[in-house]
């Protein structure tokens, strides 16, 4: 889905065009949530994980250290992804953080 690039507007934007739930991948660790849909926070930066694990819902710096494989990580994200469709909540519906923002428009002439 081609949205915005402004972390919040995106993620508006995504459920707004009908997604149940989405993925977002940061790597600053963006402190965001949706109140229609939940959101899956996941990050391949170890600091970022280490540093914001109380907001990242799921990381893949494993695969660079070697400590895990893509494969191992990718079954267990699609895992994860199921548990949240059957209703798992989300570290942002757990500390209840949602945000919704859309971009102004303007028309000129």
């Known amino acids: 889905m081609n949205t915005s690039s402004y972390d919040i507007v995106s993620v508006t934007a995504k459920v707004a065009g009908g997604c149940q739930l989405v993925v ?37 710096h494993q695969s660079i250290s070697g400590e895990k494989s893509l494969e191992e990580l990718s079954d267990e994200l699609f895992k994860f992804i199921l548990d949240v469709s059957n209703g798992k909540e989300v570290i942002a519906e757990k500390i209840g953080s949602g945000y919704v923002a859309v971009n102004q428009v303007h028309s000129c002439c």
């Open 24 to 60: 977002f991948t940061t790597g600053l660790g963006t402190p965001l949530g949706n109140p229609v849909a939940p959101v899956i926070k996941v990050t391949g930066n170890k600091h970022t994980y280490e540093f914001l694990n109380d907001i990242i819902d799921f990381s893949t």
